[in-house]
């Protein structure tokens, strides 16, 4: 495995390099980080070079006071990463706010892909739960809150990503990161959030140029699997796989319906 940490704007961004072979980069969404594909990528290093990396504000990259961690900042970031890796046209797996990411930077700033897998992607309005409106609008009195309670809120907002039980490691995996001097960072990237990131690719989705599969797990209580299918006829010739037992964090819920939708997809493009 290759660590590296890559300077985006002053900022430091956390990378990782696994494997040889065609290019496959993996982005994740929120509350999560790039570990969010530990269960994912192996069954697949010894045939794709694959490009991980945590979002801004996100695991192990820099988490600054007042710094822009917004969905308008992290297709930039993208952009530039793919000219740092000097990648044209890989395969592109994404996750919740990853997905609004690749989108964004497939749709707005001209990245190719060569597929493209969504898996519970943030893409269309209306995203976004009561916690994370209510702490949008008291973000400050969250980031004061006492740690005991924070990382409580942190367990319980975990844990309805999932459909199934997390374990011990899988919480644990999620909740590091925003403990400590990540418990500003977790509320500032909640205030950031806004619709109308999404809102602004919404009328191009029909233009996207690459093949496009969608995985849906079907107990996704944080965006429900209608909003897949809408996804699914806004983007032509789309693939929609609903995946039962699983909610928002597929991942966690079924990885083998990933790897094995990735895989096909590997195969077939």
């Known amino acids: ?7 985006f704007e002053g900022r430091k961004v956390y990378t990782e390099t696994h494997g040889e072979g065609p290019p496959l980069v993996a982005i994740h969404g929120t509350p999560f980080s790039s570990r969010v594909w530990r269960r994912v990528v192996p069954y697949f290093q ?9 979002l801004l504000g996100y695991g192990r990259s820099a988490m600054h006071p007042g710094a822009d961690v917004s969905l308008g900042v992290q297709n930039r970031l993208l952009t530039a990463l793919f000219e740092h890796w000097q ?17 964004r930077g497939h749709l707005l700033d001209g990245l190719g892909y060569r597929s493209l897998t969504l898996v519970d992607p943030v893409a269309l309005s209306p995203w976004g739960s009561p916690f994370v409106q209510h702490v949008r609008r ?8 006492p740690s005991y309670i924070h990382e409580a809120i942190i367990e319980a907002y975990l844990q309805c990503a999932a459909w199934r039980e997390l374990t011990e490691e899988a919480r644990r995996c999620y909740r590091e990161p925003w403990l400590g001097d990540g418990q500003a960072a977790f509320y500032r990237q909640i205030a950031q959030m806004d619709q109308c990131y999404t809102d602004e690719i ?6 996207v140029r690459c093949p496009v599969t969608i995985l849906w797990g079907e107990r996704d209580h944080w ?14 010739g789309s693939v929609f ?4 037992e699983a909610g928002h964090l597929v991942q966690e819920d079924a990885p083998e ?12 493009v």
Do not use: C, N
């Not at 965006?223 to 032509?236: F, K, N, V, Y």
């Not at 796989?241 to 039962?244: D, E, H, M, N, Q």
């Open 1 to 7: 495995m290759g660590e590296s940490i890559f300077e």
């Open 223 to 236: 965006i429900p699997i209608a909003r897949g299918h809408e996804l699914h006829g806004l983007i032509p």
């Open 257 to 268: 319906a990933i790897v094995a939708a990735l895989a096909q997809v590997l195969m077939d």
């Open 138 to 145: 008291h973000e400050a009195a969250f980031a004061e809150l």
């Open 241 to 244: 796989i609903p995946v039962a």
């Open 202 to 207: 919404r009328p191009l989705l029909g233009s």
């Open 46 to 54: 010894k045939r794709r070079r694959i490009y991980l990396f945590d």
């Open 87 to 103: 990648l044209r046209e890989p395969d592109v797996l994404a996750h919740d706010f990853g997905g609004a990411t690749a989108l």
